[in-house]
């Protein structure tokens, strides 16, 4: 008797001259800092994600390897892979998720002729939309602006 369960994947986007590996490993960690994939639940097997990501089957199953070996994913029989409860994070961990995006923005804002001052002040108004902590917001504003 075989079992049918959807399996959720985890959201890449391929960019040129980075391994598809490390690509695949940072998008997985990242799905689970951010809660998107939660402790226990089903990881892709290696043959959905060679096919999703139109990659190498030995590619595939290299990421999950490796994931194991980092004890973020664990095999469970008759189940398969689940992701393991995680370890908190820290600050430091979770702001690095973020990095290779926040070097893209930098880069682009100094193409651009945008200021340091002028990009907190872009980036709390988007937080603020999205509902951020405004007592935050409120005093970065306050000290980054000269009086």
Request: proline share 4%; no cysteine.
């Given at each position: 008797?075989?079992?049918?369960v ?36 089903t ?20 990421v ?53 001052q ?22 970065l ?7």
């Amino acid at each position: 008797m075989r079992h049918s369960v959807h399996v959720t994947l985890f959201h890449l986007h391929l960019r040129p001259g980075e391994s598809i590996f490390d690509q695949l490993v940072f998008a997985a960690k990242k799905a689970f800092v951010s809660g998107e994939f939660q402790p226990g639940q089903t990881f892709p097997s290696v043959r959905s994600l060679a096919a999703e990501f139109k990659i190498h089957p030995n590619t595939a199953h290299k990421v999950v390897t490796h994931l194991v070996s980092a004890g973020l994913l664990e095999t469970r029989p008759g189940i398969g892979t689940v992701v393991a409860e995680l370890p908190e994070s820290t600050k430091s961990e979770r702001t690095q998720l973020l990095g290779y995006e926040i070097e893209q923005l930098a880069v682009e804002a100094r193409k651009l002729g945008i200021s340091l001052q002028e990009m907190v002040e872009a980036i709390a108004a988007h937080w603020k939309r999205l509902g951020g902590d405004t007592t935050e917001i409120t005093a970065l504003e306050r000290g980054g602006r000269k009086r």
